[in-house]
C-alpha cells in the first residue's frame, strides 16, 4: 500500500504499561496521565493525531475486560490507522485478542507498542518506540501488528525475551 498522500489521522489509544510509569513522590511506581502527548510536541509532528486513554494499568493486570473496552475504543474511532500503548509484558496476548475481534478492527491498522523503560526517564525507549509505531501505522495494510525493538511483528508470531528485553519472533 503507497504512504497515504494525505497524511491521514492517527489515533492513538494508551493504556499504561511502564511507557506512562514513573516514581511518584512516595516513592512508589505509578501510572497517571498518558506521555503520548508531550513526546509528539516534543517532536513537532503536525500529523493529525488524537489521543485517548483506554486504561491505565500494568499490562500484568489486564484481564479480557480490558481488551473488550481497547476493542470498543477501536470500533468507536473513525481513524483507520491507530496506534496502541500497552505494557510490554502481555502485549502479544492483546494483540492477538485484538486479532480475533474483526468487528473492531475492520479496514484498520493498528500497531501495537510500549517501552522498557519508562517515557520521563532520561534513558528511555519510549519516543523511539512510539515514532516507529506512528510511522509503521501509516505504511502497513489493515491489520494488528506489533512495533518494539525496532522490528515489525505481525500479532501472533511475536513474544517478549524477557532474559534480553527484546521481542523477538514466535
Ligand atoms: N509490567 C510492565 C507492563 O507490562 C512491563 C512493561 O510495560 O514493560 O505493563
Avoid at 49 to 54: A, F, H, L, Q
Avoid at 142 to 160: H, L, T
Amino acid at each position: 500500500m503507497p504512504a497515504p498522500s494525505a497524511a491521514e489521522k492517527v489515533a492513538i489509544l494508551t493504556t499504561g504499561g511502564t511507557f506512562d510509569k514513573y516514581y511518584s513522590v512516595a516513592g512508589e511506581m505509578e501510572i497517571d496521565e498518558p506521555t503520548v502527548g508531550p513526546i509528539l510536541d516534543l517532536a513537532a509532528t503536525n500529523l493529525d493525531t488524537e489521543v485517548r486513554s483506554v486504561v491505565a494499568i500494568d499490562s500484568l493486570d489486564m484481564t479480557d475486560e480490558h481488551r473488550a473496552q481497547i476493542a470498543e475504543a477501536l470500533e468507536e474511532t473513525d481513524a483507520r490507522r491507530v496506534v496502541i500503548t500497552h505494557g510490554t509484558d502481555t502485549m502479544p496476548e492483546t494483540s492477538e485478542f485484538l486479532r480475533e475481534r474483526p468487528e473492531a478492527i475492520k479496514g484498520k491498522t493498528i500497531v501495537l507498542t510500549g517501552a522498557m523503560q519508562p517515557s520521563c526517564m532520561r534513558l528511555t525507549d519510549a519516543p523511539f518506540n512510539l515514532g516507529a509505531a506512528v510511522a509503521a501505522a501509516q505504511l502497513l495494510e489493515p491489520g494488528v501488528y506489533i512495533s518494539m525493538s525496532g522490528r515489525i511483528f505481525e500479532a501472533g508470531s511475536v513474544a517478549k525475551d524477557r532474559s534480553r528485553g527484546v521481542f523477538v519472533a514466535k
